[in-house]
């Protein structure tokens, strides 16, 4: 069964204009991954944030997580078209790498 | 340093012939793992393993088998394919931190695979 629902499942935004893409999760956790898949290649790793954190950036990307919700949200600024891609929220519970990815936004950035 | 390498990248079966997937990294991580990729469905854990000899079952480990007989390696066996078997595969390696830190897993390219 899936951890992390992703919303929405698809968004198309224009170049410049900011993509926010939120991911849903039912059990506790100890931390909450994004990741972004460009099509036909693997998944790369964008950021993480640990349970006891409300908020970090990278770059263009801010992730908050809101443990009371169960939610986390990845927000990227001032969009790319190299941007268009999917991303997808991993969440991590319990011991030994138990990790479980989402179904995934699929980002659309059009120039 | 090429990361994590998938072979082959595509690979058409007929129901009941049976193939190995390979994965290597040249990072020294102690995880792997094994994910199968289907439209709407997200990623899922099929097996993994958290160092060399060891290994065990993920979400959906049914129809697959693998084996970790040197660290870098990771091999994923489907001894009679079936066409629920078509899938994008992937593979993935992590270098373990500690409990509740969190690792970043690095993933290979995939092997796209189609049973007839």
């Known amino acids: 069964s899936q951890q992390g629902e992703e919303d929405p499942q698809a968004l198309s935004i224009q170049e410049g204009e900011n993509a926010t893409m939120n991911c849903s999760y039912k059990?506790?956790?100890?931390?909450l991954q994004w990741y972004r898949q460009n099509s036909g290649r693997g998944l790369v790793h964008l950021i993480l944030?640990?349970?006891?954190?409300r908020e970090k950036h990278s770059g263009r990307l801010r992730v908050t997580l809101d443990t009371s919700k169960k939610s986390s949200s990845l927000l990227i600024t001032a969009s790319r078209a190299a941007d268009t891609a999917s991303y997808f929220c991993?969440?991590?519970?319990?011991?030994?790498?138990?990790?479980?990815f989402g179904t995934g936004t699929k980002l659309q950035v059009i120039p | 340093n090429a990361g994590v390498t998938q072979t082959p990248k595509f690979r058409v079966l007929k129901t009941g012939q049976s193939m190995t997937l390979l994965c290597a990294q040249d990072?020294?991580?102690?995880?792997m793992y094994w994910y199968r990729q289907d439209p709407g469905m997200g990623l899922r854990l099929i097996h993994y393993?958290?160092?060399?000899?060891?290994?065990a079952k993920g979400e959906v480990p049914d129809g697959y088998n693998v084996s970790r007989l040197k660290k870098q390696n990771f091999l994923l066996g489907l001894e009679s394919a079936a066409p629920s078997q078509t899938s994008v595969y992937f593979c993935?390696?992590?270098?373990?931190?500690?409990?509740?830190?969190?690792?970043?897993?690095?993933f290979g390219p995939g092997t796209r695979l189609l049973v007839l």
């Open positions: 993935a390696s992590s270098y373990p931190s500690g409990l509740d830190l969190g690792e970043t897993q690095y």
């Open positions: 059990t506790s956790i100890n931390n």
């Open positions: 990072m020294n991580h102690e995880y």
């Open positions: 944030i640990r349970s006891n954190e």
């Open positions: 991993a969440t991590e519970s319990g011991g030994y790498q138990k990790v479980t």
């Open positions: 393993s958290v160092g060399e000899g060891t290994t």
